[in-house]
């Protein structure tokens, strides 16, 4: 699976962005996907995944203000982000497991990352 991510940007905080990825391969529907974050310095973290049949799991960090879902038919997964704060800031990465179950951690195939900046 290949993993093109898109949509980052500067936003104001309380704003919103949604962010893309485009998958690429035969087996995308069965893949279990997810986001990770980055910021400088610090730590990759874990912020939604998805999987092959649907079922979510958001990060308490972002629960409430971020919606992670996908379309099987155009192998696309998308993270969209409201409320933004000045912490997500971040560079922001599309990840796909070669299994159909949602994990946090234990991800194959990742994208480039997308930055996101939100000022205050």
């Known amino acids: 699976v290949q993993l093109q991510a898109s949509g980052g940007g500067l936003v104001q905080a309380g704003g919103s962005l949604r962010l893309t990825c485009a998958a690429s391969?035969?087996?995308?529907?069965?893949?279990?996907v997810g986001w990770f974050r980055q910021a400088p310095g610090g730590e990759r973290e874990f912020i939604a995944g998805?999987?092959?049949?649907?079922?979510?799991d958001v990060a308490d960090s972002v629960k409430g203000r971020f919606t992670i879902s996908r379309d099987n038919a155009k192998k696309m997964l998308y993270l969209q982000m409201n409320s933004l704060k000045p912490e997500d800031s971040a560079h922001y990465y599309c990840?796909?497991?070669?299994?159909?179950?949602?994990?946090?951690?234990?991800?194959?195939?990742w994208g480039q990352g997308t930055l996101v900046t939100v000022s205050s």
């Open positions: 391969g035969r087996t995308f529907s069965s893949n279990a």
């Open positions: 990840a796909a497991r070669k299994y159909t179950l949602i994990s946090r951690s234990g991800y194959d195939f």
């Open positions: 998805i999987s092959g049949s649907g079922n979510t």
